[in-house]
C-alpha cells in the first residue's frame, strides 16, 4: 500500500555516498529517509571495492607464500581452493552489509527498499518492495553509476564478463583477455594472474590507466608485464566471438587474440536516465552527469547530488566525502568541496596511489615545480620485509615549499598515501616533512627522504650536488 511520509532529507542511493550523507544529516537532527533499489553498501561493498579488495587480499597472500624460501620458510608444494576463497569474499561482504544495515537503523533513518524517482522537486516517489511517496525539504541524490557494455561486444556474463558478473566466477579462466586498461582492468589483470592464470590486457590508448599520465603508467606496466601480465596498446576491439570452448576477440587490423573468458571493462555509465530528474528540473549534462556547484547543489535549490553522478571522480571515498559535504549544507550549514586532496589508489600488484599534482601537470599549471623520489630499496624495512621495488615521490613548489602532489609505488602505497594526503589537504611544504619525526624502521620514512630531497639535501642517498651549495635556510 503506498503511504506519504515527510522527511527533512531525503537519500536516493545507499551507497558510500548516499549512506554517509544520510547518517551525517540524522546526526545533526534531520529526520532522513534513505532510498535504495539494491543493496545497502552500492556497488563498493556489494560488487566492486570490498569484494574485489578481498579477494586480492587471497592473492597476496598466496604470492607470499609462494616466495616463503626467500624467507628461509619451507611450506611444501602450495595449492589453493578458488570456491572458498569466493565463499570468503561472500562472507566478508554480508557481514559487512548487514552491520551497515544495523548501523544505519541505529541513526533512526527511515529505509526505504525500492526505486526512488522525482515526481516534483520535493516529492520522490518509490516503488518496489516498500511503496511510498515521499516529501522531502532537501534530496540528495547519489545514484551512482553502473557497468558499461558495449553494442560490439555484449556481455554473455558467462564467457563475456563485466566487472560485476567475474567476481560469481565458480573456477578461474585459463586464459583471460581484459578489454580496457583503466583501473578495473589492471586491478582484475594483477588479481588473476596472482591466482596463475594467463592475462592479456588490450587498451586502446597509448597508456594504460592514462588518468595518472605518462610516468606512473609506465612504472605500472613495466611492474604488471614482470608479473608475467601481456599489455597490448592501441588496439581496437571490434567485437568478441564464442569458440568452442572460448572466445576470440576481434583487432583492427590484426590477429584476434584467443582466450577462454574476457572481461569487458572500459569504463561506467552515470545512473542518471530513470531518477525522474527531468520532472524536478534538474539539469544534466551530455555526459550524464549533475552539473553541481561547490555545496553539491543542482540548479534546483535544496536538491545536492553527490559521487559517481557529479562526474567528477568514481571514487568512494570521494562520494563519502561529497555525501557529508552535502548533509552539511542541507542542514544549515555552509561548506564548500575542496578537489585538491583527492587520493586515488590502484590496488594492482605493485600497489599504486595519487594525489594531488604530478610533476607534468604542477608545470603545465605553472608552478615551478620540482620532485624529490626515494626507492624503497635504500629502506631499512623494505630490505627486512624483502620488499624492495617501488618509490615514494612528492612534487613541490619550488617558491613556497607547499606539496603539490605525491606518488606512491610498491607495498603498502595504498596506506602511504594517506600522510601525503593529509599534507596537501593542509598545504604543508616539504620542511613540515622533513622536520616531522618519522618511525625507524618503516616504509612512511620514505617521505622524510622524498622531502629532503625534493630539497636537494638527501640523508640516505649520495647527494645531487656539493653540500655546501644545496643547504637552505631553515629545516633541521
Ligand atoms: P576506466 O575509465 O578507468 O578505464 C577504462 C579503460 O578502457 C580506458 O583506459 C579506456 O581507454 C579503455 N577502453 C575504452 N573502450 C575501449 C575499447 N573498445 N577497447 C579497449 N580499451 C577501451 O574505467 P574502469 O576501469 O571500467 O573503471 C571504472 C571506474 O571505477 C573508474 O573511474 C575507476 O576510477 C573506478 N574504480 C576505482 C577503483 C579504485 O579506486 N581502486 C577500483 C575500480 C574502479
Known amino acids: 500500500m503506498e503511504r506519504k511520509t515527510s522527511y527533512d532529507v531525503v537519500v536516493i542511493g545507499g551507497g558510500p555516498g548516499g549512506y554517509v550523507a544520510a547518517i551525517k544529516a540524522a546526526s545533526r537532527g534531520a529526520s532522513v529517509a534513505l532510498v535504495e533499489k539494491e543493496r545497502l553498501g552500492g556497488t563498493c561493498l556489494n560488487w566492486g571495492c570490498i569484494p574485489t579488495k578481498t579477494l586480492i587480499a587471497n592473492a597476496e597472500l598466496l604470492r607470499q607464500i609462494r616466495r616463503s624460501e626467500e624467507y628461509g620458510i619451507s611450506v611444501g608444494e602450495v595449492s589453493f581452493d578458488f570456491a572458498k576463497m569466493t565463499e570468503r569474499k561472500d562472507r566478508v561482504v554480508k557481514g559487512l552489509r548487514d552491520g551497515l544495515r544495523g548501523l544505519i537503523e541505529s541513526n533512526g533513518i527511515a529505509i526505504f527498499k525500492g526505486h526512488g524517482r522525482f515526481t516534483g522537486p520535493n516529492e520522490i516517489k518509490v516503488l518496489g518492495e516498500n511503496n511510498a511517496l515521499l516529501q522531502a525539504k532537501a534530496t540528495i541524490v547519489a545514484t551512482g553509476s553502473e557497468v558499461r557494455s558495449m553494442a560490439s561486444f555484449p556481455f554473455d556474463w558467462e564467457r563475456v564478463h563485466s566487472s560485476t558478473s ?7 579462466p585459463r586464459r583471460l583477455v581484459i578489454i580496457g586498461g583503466g583501473v578495473i582492468g589492471c586491478e582484475a589483470a594483477s588479481l588473476y594472474r596472482l591466482l596463475g592464470c594467463e592475462v592479456v590486457i588490450l ?208 607495498h603498502e602505497a595504498s596506506l602511504l598515501i594517506a600522510e601525503a594526503t593529509l599534507a596537501i589537504a593542509n598545504e604543508l611544504t616539504v620542511e613540515s616533512v622533513s622536520d616531522t619525526i618519522h618511525a625507524h624502521p618503516t616504509l612512511a620514512e620514505s617521505w622524510l627522504e622524498a622531502a629532503l630531497l625534493a630539497n636537494d639535501m638527501p640523508l640516505h642517498l649520495p647527494p645531487r650536488k656539493p653540500a655546501s651549495k644545496s643547504l637552505k635556510e631553515g629545516g633541521l
Open 203 to 410: 587498451e586502446m590508448l597509448p597508456l594504460i590507466i592514462s588518468p595518472e599520465g605518462e610516468e606512473v603508467s609506465r612504472l605500472l606496466r613495466a611492474a604488471l608485464e614482470k608479473e608475467g601480465i601481456e599489455i597490448r596498446t592501441e588496439v581496437m576491439v571490434e567485437g568478441i566471438d564464442r569458440t568452442g570452448d572460448g572466445i576470440s576477440v576481434r583487432i583492427k587490423g590484426e590477429k584476434p587474440i584467443v582466450g577462454d573468458m574476457a572481461l569487458v571493462a572500459v569504463g561506467r555509465k552515470l545512473n542518471t536516465d530513470d531518477v525522474g530528474l527531468e520532472r524536478a528540473g534538474v539539469v544534466v549534462g551530455l555526459s550524464g552527469a549533475i552539473p553541481v556547484n561547490e555545496r553539491l547543489e543542482t540548479n534546483i535549490p535544496g536538491i545536492y547530488a553527490i559521487g559517481d553522478i557529479t562526474g567528477k571522480y568514481l571514487l568512494a571515498h570521494m562520494a563519502s566525502h561529497q555525501g557529508i559535504v552535502a548533509a552539511l549544507n542541507c542542514t544549515g550549514e555552509r561548506v564548500n568541496m575542496d578537489y585538491r586532496a583527492v587520493p586515488s589508489v590502484i590496488f594492482t600488484h605493485p600497489e599504486v596511489a595519487t594525489v594531488g599534482y604530478t610533476l607534468q601537470r604542477a608545470k603545465a599549471a605553472g608552478y615551478d615545480a620540482q620532485v624529490g623520489r626515494f626507492p624503497f630499496q635504500a629502506l631499512g624495512k623494505s630490505q627486512a620485509a624483502i620488499e624492495l621495488d617501488g618509490f615514494a615521490q612528492i612534487v613541490v613548489d619550488r617558491k613556497s615549499g607547499e606539496i603539490l602532489g605525491a606518488q606512491v609505488m610498491g
Open 166 to 172: 567475474i567476481l560469481d566466477l565458480k573456477r578461474l
